[in-house]
């Protein structure tokens, strides 16, 4: 007996994908923490730079 009817379907996919959830009012965004991070680390590495060898 087969059922010729009827689409194959793969397990797992339901067609929805999964979002981030916003962030609530007032919090950065997920880009802007990543960009904020960025800007952070050549901040840090630039006043190492600037600082003077000790002896």
Known sequence: ???????RKNPG???????PPEPRPGAPSRALR?????????????IEARQEPEE
Do not use: H, Y
């Open 1 to 7: 007996m087969t059922t010729s009817g009827l689409p």
């Open 13 to 19: 996919t339901s067609g929805r994908a999964c979002t």
């Open 34 to 46: 990543v960009r904020a991070a960025g800007d952070w680390e050549r901040f840090m590495r630039r």
